[in-house]
């Protein structure tokens, strides 16, 4: 099986990178090699590695900055897919794309489900929602929709609370923000095994093609994860002091409550997620 992995510098190629060579023959492109703002140099790139399955874990993610670049944002999160994507159906190819719980606008108030009507309140949300769409232009695709991804390795999210917990005496975190955190070896390891799968049942595959939630299973508040970090480190006493998201303003609106549920995923795949917690355990364990 011939695996194209698009992406292997940021937090999730990296793992992904790790993950999937053992399933077939892996070629992994990034930048320089691929300039995702030039989505018209995509189709000869993945037609000339004949692919079986198209692996992205490309994505503009720069939150803030992306309501001052929309249309760098929309290419490579979303012209970029539509390119994937037509490809893909032209090889028979199976598409992998990776979404975001920003697609929603928070005011569910429970976890959101992948019938639930998509509200982007920011040029992010907006752009990746596009890549959805892009995606489902495959004949055969699965977008995994995830929530809060961080990884060990430095300049995420945990990392940066480290590193705050080493130079400050204490931490306001937001506590009206509620998601589902992600450990990025999750998302390469669930990818692995639906590939798996795929490489012993592609016409089962086939039939599942769609949209689907991926994240760590539960909910909590950025204020709860930093809590659950610095215990997991044995600094249960350190001093976090909650606050609310209108007292750090962004260029950027964020949902308040886009935690996930990974029902469908589980049942299709056979798959069981762990909870948030445990994986931030296994994350911090080095």
């Given at each position: 099986?011939?695996i ?23 070629s ?60 893909a ?21 429970s ?19 596009a ?30 609370v480290?590193?705050w ?27 692995g ?20 939630h ?10 709860e ?26 260029a ?16 299709s ?18």
């Amino acid at each position: 099986m011939r695996i194209l992995l698009f992406g292997k510098i940021g937090q999730l190629g990296w793992e992904l990178n790790r993950s999937l060579f053992t399933l077939g023959d892996l070629s992994v492109l990034d930048y320089p090699e691929v300039d995702f703002n030039q989505p018209q140099t995509l189709p000869e790139i993945i037609r000339s590695a004949k692919p079986d399955v198209i692996v992205n874990a490309v994505a503009y993610t720069n939150v803030d900055k992306a309501e001052s670049e929309p249309d760098v944002a929309r290419r490579i999160n979303a012209d970029a897919v539509a390119g994937m994507a037509r490809e893909a159906k032209n090889l028979g190819a199976l598409l992998i794309h990776f979404s975001t719980d920003y697609v929603f606008d928070g005011t569910k108030g429970s976890t959101y489900v992948e019938t639930d009507s998509p509200n982007p309140l920011n040029v992010y949300g907006k752009t990746k929602l596009a890549g959805e769409d892009a995606a489902a232009l495959a004949e055969k695709f699965l977008t995994f929709r995830t929530s809060w991804v961080y990884s060990s390795r430095t300049g995420g999210f945990v990392n940066k609370v480290i590193e705050w917990s080493k130079t400050k005496t204490e931490l306001r975190i937001v506590d009206d923000q509620i998601g589902s955190p992600t450990w990025c070896r999750t998302l390469a390891e669930v990818t692995g095994q639906v590939i798996a799968q795929y490489a012993l049942d592609k016409d089962r595959l086939q039939s599942l093609s769609g949209l689907y939630h991926l994240a760590g299973a539960g909910a909590a508040s950025r204020y709860e994860w930093v809590k659950e970090i610095l215990s997991v480190l044995g600094m249960e006493n350190y001093s976090i002091l909650p606050a609310k998201t209108i007292e750090f303003p962004s260029a950027a609106v964020r949902p308040y409550f886009s935690a996930l549920a990974c029902d469908k995923l589980e049942q299709s795949f056979n798959l069981k997620l762990l909870p948030w917690q445990t994986s931030l355990a296994l994350a911090l364990e080095k």
